[in-house]
Every structure is written in C-alpha cells, then in structure tokens.
C-alpha cells in the first residue's frame, strides 16, 4: 500500500504559481500511475491530470491544459504539480492519488481509477 502526503498549498494571487507536491511511502512511485485531482466546496471531485509512471505520457483537464503540468522526481518518491497563470476558479483542495499499474505509459482520468488517495492540501486563489 503507498501512502500519500501532499504539501505546498496556499494563498496565492491571481497570475500566481505554485507547486504542490505528493510524497509516496510505502512503495516506490515507479509502477503506479499517479493523478492530481480537485473539489471546490459544493462540487464534486475532479481530474486536473494524470501521468504514466513512466513519465511520458499525461493529460490534463481542459481547464488546466497549458498551465498546469506533473512531473515527477523519482529519487525523492515525490510527484509535483506546477500551477501556473492561476485564476481564482482553481481555488479547491487538491489531492494526489495513486494506481498501480503494469503498464508503465498508461496514466488515468477517473476518479474511480485510483486506490490511494493523499488527504489533500488547500489552495486558494484570491486577490
């Protein structure tokens, strides 16, 4: 079973940035596909994006597309979500989550896909 920790959360400005990151323990990151998800107050949870554990494959969220992007750093364990351009629609807590997976370039988008879920950080965006 991994577990998972995120961190880096926090108020930012519109135009803002941040970078949040997911701790895996437990396992190795390698052999698990790993997604980032979101829910703002009142709404459900949703994809943001998803990466192989490979690394080379990923997809994001309309909304985030060419500003938001996973990378991961396998000598830490860790998974990273840069957020960039914010708007004060990101605002939600974000969470990390893992699937284990054969396939190292498969990566997932469901909610339902994943097993290990971190307990979420909290970002808000506001001026």
């Known amino acids: 079973q991994v577990r998972l920790v995120e961190s880096g959360g926090g108020l930012v400005q519109p135009g803002g940035s941040l970078r949040l990151s997911c701790a895996a323990s437990?396992?190795?990151?390698?052999?698990?596909?790993m997604g980032w998800f979101r829910q703002a107050p009142g709404k459900e949870r949703e994809f943001v994006g998803g990466?192989?554990?490979?690394?080379?494959?990923?997809e994001y969220a309309d909304s985030v597309k060419g500003r938001f992007s996973i990378a991961i750093e396998y000598a830490k364990n860790t998974v990273h979500l840069q957020m960039n351009s914010l708007k004060p629609d990101d605002t939600a807590t974000y969470y990390c989550?893992?699937?284990?997976?054969?396939?190292?370039?498969?990566?997932?988008?469901?909610?339902?896909?994943?097993?290990?879920w971190g307990q979420g950080t909290q970002v808000t965006v506001s001026s």
């Open positions: 989550a893992a699937k284990y997976s054969d396939n190292r370039d498969n990566y997932y988008t469901r909610t339902a896909d994943y097993f290990n």
């Open positions: 437990g396992r190795r990151v390698t052999n698990y596909a």
């Open positions: 990466t192989s554990w490979s690394g080379k494959y990923s």
